[in-house]
């Protein structure tokens, strides 16, 4: 079992993830990622446009809240009140949140390539390490139903996924310390 993310002398991280911990985050991150990659589709993205030999613009063809609940968590409405404002916000700015989390999960796959074992990353892969896991213990939350804060399930069921949701929870935690 890991003890957590621990800061290098050069800024960067390091984290012993045994087998299981990489297989789970490599599992969960790349589910994230499938679900990003299906909803850029499904929302018409302008990223095509580079394979035609053009700039993406970086806009969403999706105006509304996205229909998966774990869509709708991780892209919610800028504006909660104004439907139209909401729908132009989500317009100009979803396809390129959803870039800069597509980026993320890959550089915590391409880092887990190295595991199990000892995991070294640089301070700009720790904060995309930051990124990932945060996408995914809120896509895990709102699939298990976690509406507040921190949660302590102590159940011993190793196949309790609330328990993955605590282990994410510790992994983030002392993420944060050792970048700040």
């Known amino acids: 079992m890991t003890y957590g993310f621990r800061r290098t002398r050069d800024g960067g991280v390091r984290v012993r993830l045994d087998d299981n911990e990489v ?41 509304a809240t996205p229909d998966d609940p774990v869509l709708a968590r991780l892209f919610p409405d800028a504006y909660g009140d104004d439907a139209e404002a909401a729908g132009d916000f989500r317009r100009y700015t ?27 990353l640089t301070a700009e892969e720790a904060q995309a390490w930051l990124r990932a896991l945060n996408d995914v213990r809120l896509a895990l939350a709102t699939r298990l139903g976690l509406t507040d804060g921190f949660h302590l399930f102590g159940s011993m069921d190793p196949t309790d996924p609330r328990n993955v949701y605590d282990w994410l929870t510790f992994l983030q935690e002392t993420l944060v310390r050792a970048v700040r």
């Open 94 to 120: 979803e396809s390129g949140l959803r870039d800069g989390k597509r980026a993320a999960a890959a550089t915590v796959l391409t880092g887990l390539d190295a595991g199990p074992g000892l995991i070294e």
């Open 23 to 63: 297989q789970v985050v490599r599992s969960l991150v790349g589910q994230i990622l499938e679900l990003l990659e299906a909803d850029a589709k499904e929302a018409g993205d302008d990223s095509g446009a580079a394979e035609i030999g053009m700039p993406s613009l970086g806009i969403s063809g999706r105006t």
